[in-house]
């Protein structure tokens, strides 16, 4: 699969790292930047730990905040020294002070927002790919022939189930991985209000999804990338989700019992999900950088703890959940 590189200054990058484009897989050629506390830079960074990447990709994290202004500008920052903010690190390749710098170096003419995750080469000087999606489908692949068989083996995107990782991936998206911003970030009562249901409507619907297929991934018995995308949503959901962006008709710890008892099992038990995820640096961003949503930037000490512990493997012991006001089962029905 090819796709234009960069079409210009307006656009991202959406390249892809394989053996038939520009960008050959090699170790510690290219660079990954990201932010602990972004859903979409979790993507990248969930793959890469799960293909066993680790080794191969090195990343520089930038603090959680502040933010850019409503345009970006001047966007996410390295701190100076490792020791600034636990688990932020410097711009291992360049030293720069703002992510811009590094999408900058790319195209200095450059005009849309400074996102993480981004994929930087370092023989080509430029970056890749700096779009979750096609991160989460390309790095599962582009490495391989660098990769052990067993490593190799490992897919999220199997061919027997790409038709359904597809037709959820693209209500998912929209009503849950980017439904709790538009919810959230609503100008107004009445389009928060308008987005709301969007969001439990999914969650009911995939409530019911995971508990038909028995676990102990959203599909039953292999990891997709259906899990990946619903992790870096669910994950952050009870912590910020529910108070900062008002998504509080339930809890998944309270409301639904069989997504609370995957996520509880991915966090716990599968390879790389608790590896990747930093509760300080996810809460501190969304509650200390949106200053019109939250002006006195105290970040919230609870719920507590961030995610429980025990869980039931058995599905078919738990009653699934579900929020069951009106508008939100108007929108579930059409999923
Ligand atoms: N298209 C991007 C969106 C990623 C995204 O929204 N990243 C946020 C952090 S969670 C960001 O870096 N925002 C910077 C900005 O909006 O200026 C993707 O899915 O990779």
Redesign the pocket.
Known sequence: MSRSVHAGPED?WHATVSPDSQFLPEKGRYHLYI?L?????HRANLVRHIKGLTDIIAISVVKPYP??DHK?WP??QFPQSDEEYPDATVDKLFGSKYLHEVYFKADKEYKG?????ALWDKKTKTLVN????ELLRDLQTGFDSLLPPAQVRKTLYPAHLRSKIDEISAWMQRDLNTGVYKAGFAPDQETYEKNLPAVFGSLNKLEKIVHENGGPYVLGKEMTELDVRLYATLVRFDVVYVQHFKCNLGMIRREYPVLHAWLKRMYWAEPGYKETTNFKHIKENYTKSHQDINPKAITPVGPWPDIEEFYEEDYSKIKPGGVSMPEVLEHEAKL
């Open positions: 991202g932010g506390f972004c859903p979409f830079a933010k850019g970006g966007g996410w927002r400074y996102f993480v995750p700096n779009e979750s999606a």
